[in-house]
């Protein structure tokens, strides 16, 4: 089948190798006979609810970031719907932050974001760099590690009962003190780890793509045939040990 | 140091203007002693195994007196030159010195221990030179500016690098900024007029000089996808180029708010690029034109020579000495190196960020693609620990002509991945993390008489050069310039 992913400002947020997770997306939806059709969306362009399977929004600096908030805010109610009528989305990063209801600056500024996710950034003082390493059930029941790297200056607060993607094992997380990583919306999932998050987190790209083509077809979720992962793994394992060893810590 | 003597101690004076009495004269005899005591740490660390010593005794008296720094780059007659840039800041110091050393002594950190305590380490045992020539490391830059008051400033670019250790380019930018406007007035600024970032840096500064490329013919049909600064410093508005070059290097104007490259007062015209063995262009300056036959490829190296011409043109150095100083140039350390390993060759090309990994990859394209391939990838500090930049870099050429490669490294996974994903069969590939193994599978993939192509990051080069080194190949980089 022909998945339909938009990518959300590509131009303007890529600076974790956003490429990478698409790239990851692309090949094993091929290798299970999938096609995956990426447009491109940017500043000023008509987000349609129906239009996509996946959208995909990722990190950009501090620049890039102030440039796309005014669009990204009043494409909200858009992409809201589109997550409504279940739609996947991943938002790794600035992404993330964006999709929040705003982003409070140090000087006391806000940023009105597009109001999917239930959390808010207030800028930190200090950066928080390092490698992660997340404990998470994407299905109840199933319970699976996501490994990463995060380097991000605002500290993300998710609302009273709001569900976040993961529990932090090694690392910062949404904000260096509650133990939460990430938020997750029906099939919409937000997170600050990138490095690139789906090349060694194969687990949550195939779910990701499960998810974008129940969208498709309108039916239930279907587990798509396993590929031989041994590569992933590895690289998995060494960037969860990483994360141990040298991730930053609450 | 906590001693310090109060009068004139013996043997120690020598060099300290005894028409200058209180405290330059406690401070000359200050850094006679702390001078003594670096060259001994150095030898220490040098006799305890630990690499060069290059920055351990700059790191001691950075820790306990960094006001010397400023004192030592004062005794330097001919003043202080500072090279800067997220790449090729250790290519645009080596090929200035090459060029400046017949008409100056020079204390020139050319180990590439660039940071505040090497920059120390090298005014510490420059005894008696003239000249400093320090590549700076451009989160140092501001620091080392200020203390050492420069007669020339270079900055060459600003590209995405090891955001886990700079930050933003924003960010530095913004650090720039602060330290060309504390920079005296008689200091010259150069720039690289190429870079909209960098180029700004010089609006308003008098007597800046601008360098370029202008040679249309050697555009990138589109930019790369790592071009990093796309967007009008002004008004944030996208540029529009007339021709991309490097990354996003190039003619840009901006079609909202008018702003664009400035005019050049130094540029690479009628450029020919000569595959793995060089380049030919007119060097032209405001004191004529010379054609320069460089022995190094790439343009990204055409725009080395055009930092390391500007700066020995803003030093008065005449224009002939300038060509044949570049002509005489041989590469910087694991730059572009080439080893020879009994009946077989080593060519080592230094990749550290997106930018600089694409020119390694498009000079291999010009030299034509290598069959195999060692690719090494480490994680340390000094590599960045965020190892998601090799997804930006566009590897793809390569692949396609390479038959096998190795991917190794503490990240070899990661690569190998970044390899897969893009096409590449896993029948051809081979994971060996362990870099010495690596470099022999690579050698027993060479028929004799082969080329081994080698694209390490910085710790991984670092210690292969060492691994060569032990096996009699390669000069310890420490030991003088290598060629």
């Given at each position: 089948m022909r998945i339909r992913v938009g990518h959300l400002y590509p131009d303007y947020l890529n600076i974790y190798a956003d490429r990478g997770n698409i790239a990851v997306l692309t090949r094993r939806a091929a290798l299970r006979g999938h096609e995956l059709d990426v447009s491109p969306i940017g500043l000023g362009d008509e987000l349609v609810p129906g239009a996509f399977d996946l959208l995909y929004i990722g990190g950009g600096q501090d620049r890039e970031q102030a440039l796309v908030a005014p669009d990204l805010a009043a494409k909200g109610t858009a992409i809201g719907a589109a997550v409504a009528a279940g739609a996947a989305l991943l938002a790794v990063c600035g992404g993330y932050q964006l999709l929040g209801r705003g982003y409070r600056g140090r000087d006391g500024s806000w940023m009105p974001g597009?109001?999917?996710?239930?959390h808010e950034t207030v800028a930190g003082e200090s950066r928080m760099i390092g490698d992660v390493l997340l404990e998470c059930e994407l299905e109840p029941g199933v319970a699976t590690t996501i490994a990463g790297f995060e380097n991000h200056a605002g500290r993300t607060l998710l609302d009273q009962g709001a569900t976040p993607l993961g529990r932090v094992l090694a690392g910062f997380g949404n904000?260096?003190?509650?133990g939460f990583e990430g938020c997750r919306v029906r099939r919409a999932v937000g997170t600050y780890l990138h490095g690139p998050l789906l090349p060694r987190n194969p687990q949550l790209a195939d779910w990701l793509l499960s998810q974008s083509l129940a969208h498709l077809t309108g039916g239930p979720v279907a587990a798509l045939p396993p590929l031989d992962d041994e590569l992933e793994t590895l690289a998995h394992a060494v960037s969860a040990q990483r994360a141990r060893d040298r991730g930053g810590g609450r | 140091m906590q001693v310090v003597p109060n009068g004139p101690v013996d043997g120690v004076g020598a060099r300290v203007d005894r028409r200058t009495p209180g405290t330059l004269d406690r401070m000359g005899a200050r850094l006679e002693l702390e001078t003594r005591a670096a060259s001994l740490v150095a030898r220490l660390s040098r006799a305890a195994g630990k690499?060069?010593?290059?920055?351990l005794p700059g790191k001691l008296i950075w820790k306990v007196d960094p006001g010397a720094v400023d004192a030592l780059a004062a005794r330097l007659a001919h003043g202080v030159v500072i090279v800067s840039a997220t790449n090729g800041k250790t290519t645009t110091s080596a090929m200035a010195a090459r060029v400046l050393e017949s008409a100056h002594r020079l204390a020139w950190n050319h180990s590439g221990a660039n940071l505040a305590s090497g920059v120390a380490s090298t005014l510490l045992s420059s005894g008696g030179a003239e000249l400093g020539l320090l590549e700076v490391d451009e989160f140092a830059l501001p620091e080392i500016a200020r203390r050492v008051r420069p007669r020339v400033v270079s900055l060459g670019n600003l590209f995405r690098d090891q955001l886990d250790r700079y930050g933003e380019l924003e960010h530095i930018a913004e650090r720039w900024r602060a330290a060309v406007a504390g920079l005296p007035q008689e200091t010259i600024l150069v720039v690289n007029a190429d870079d909209p970032l960098v180029g700004a840096l010089a609006d308003g500064r008098t007597g800046a000089v601008r360098f370029g490329v202008d040679d249309a013919r050697l555009a990138r049909p589109a930019l790369q996808h790592a071009a990093d600064s796309k967007y009008c410093v002004r008004c944030g508005a996208p540029y529009a180029y007339a021709a991309a070059y490097v990354g996003h290097l190039g003619d840009y104007r901006c079609r909202a708010c008018g702003h664009g490259r400035p005019p050049l007062d130094v540029a690479a015209r009628s450029i020919e690029l000569r595959g793995l063995e060089g380049s030919s262009f007119d060097l032209v300056t405001p004191a004529g034109s010379r054609r320069v036959r460089l022995p190094l490829p790439g343009l990204y190296n055409v725009y080395n020579a055009l930092a390391a011409a500007s700066v020995s043109i803003a030093l008065e150095t005449p224009l002939d000495d300038v060509a044949a100083g570049l002509e005489g140039f041989s590469a910087a350390f694991g730059r572009f190196e080439r080893i020879e390993a009994g009946d077989r060759r080593i060519l080592m090309l230094l990749i550290k960020n997106p930018a600089g990994a694409n020119e390694a990859v498009r000079t291999l394209e010009e030299g034509g693609l290598p069959p195999t391939l060692v690719v090494a990838l480490n994680d340390a500090i000094a590599d960045g620990r965020?190892?998601?930049w090799i997804w930006d870099v566009d590897f793809e050429p390569l692949l396609a002509g390479a038959q096998r490669i190795v991917a190794s490294g503490d990240r070899a996974a990661e690569l190998a991945l970044r390899f897969t994903y893009a096409g590449f069969p896993a029948g051809r590939l081979e994971i060996v993390p362990e870099l010495e193994a690596a470099l022999d599978r690579g050698l027993e993939l060479v028929a004799p008489g082969g080329e081994l192509v080698v694209l390490p990051t910085y710790t991984a080069m670092l210690r292969l050069r060492a691994i060569a080194a032990g096996r009699g190949l390669v000069q310890p980089y420490w030991r003088g310039r290598s060629t």
């Open positions: 597009a109001a999917l996710f239930p904000d260096g003190r509650s | 690499g060069g010593g290059t920055t965020d190892v998601s």
